[in-house]
């Protein structure tokens, strides 16, 4: 089963580690990654850029509304992810808790339910 482990970034967080503190958690993304290659259950992962980069788009095509955005009331947001393919929901867990920085930035697990596309595996089912 695939899962989605979303890393989870609170600037304030994130700006009170010290230089050496970030540069360890993103230089051990690395690490991490070719550990989760190995043993064949990485699928992909992707780091996002900050929200305010973003943008909301609202209606359809022709009716669109494009804003700034978005505008959460949280504090945390998506900073990036890995797809993984692993054998079971606390295999997913024991994955999220190796990624570096988890003790300070939280990692969301979620199943997921489909795929479709770039030459990805055929659909999951729940």
Same mark, same amino acid.
């Given at each position: 089963? #695939?899962?989605?482990? +979303? +890393?989870?970034?609170n /600037?304030?967080?994130?700006? &009170?580690? &010290? !230089?050496?503190?970030?540069?360890?958690? =993103?230089?051990?993304?690395?690490g991490?990654?070719?550990? +989760?290659?190995?043993?064949?259950? @990485?699928?992909?992962?992707?780091?996002?850029? !900050?929200? &305010?980069?973003?943008?909301?788009?609202?209606?359809?095509?022709? =009716?669109?509304?494009?804003?700034?955005?978005?505008?959460?009331?949280? #504090?945390?947001? @998506?900073?990036?992810?890995?797809?993984?393919?692993?054998?079971? &929901?606390?295999? =997913?867990?024991?994955? =999220?808790? @190796? +990624?570096?920085?988890?003790?300070?930035? /939280?990692?969301?697990?979620?199943?997921?339910?489909?795929?479709?596309?770039?030459g990805?595996?055929?659909?999951?089912?729940?």
């Amino acid at each position: 089963m #695939k899962y989605l482990l +979303i +890393i989870q970034l609170n /600037p304030e967080t994130w700006e &009170s580690l &010290s !230089d050496e503190e970030r540069a360890e958690i =993103a230089g051990g993304q690395e690490g991490f990654m070719e550990t +989760i290659t190995a043993t064949g259950e @990485m699928v992909g992962t992707h780091a996002l850029a !900050d929200p &305010s980069q973003s943008a909301v788009v609202r209606g359809r095509p022709g =009716a669109a509304t494009v804003t700034d955005g978005p505008f959460l009331e949280s #504090k945390e947001y @998506m900073g990036g992810f890995y797809v993984v393919d692993c054998e079971s &929901s606390e295999r =997913a867990y024991e994955l =999220a808790a @190796m +990624i570096p920085g988890t003790d300070r930035l /939280p990692v969301e697990v979620r199943p997921v339910v489909f795929t479709a596309g770039y030459g990805l595996a055929e659909p999951d089912t729940p």
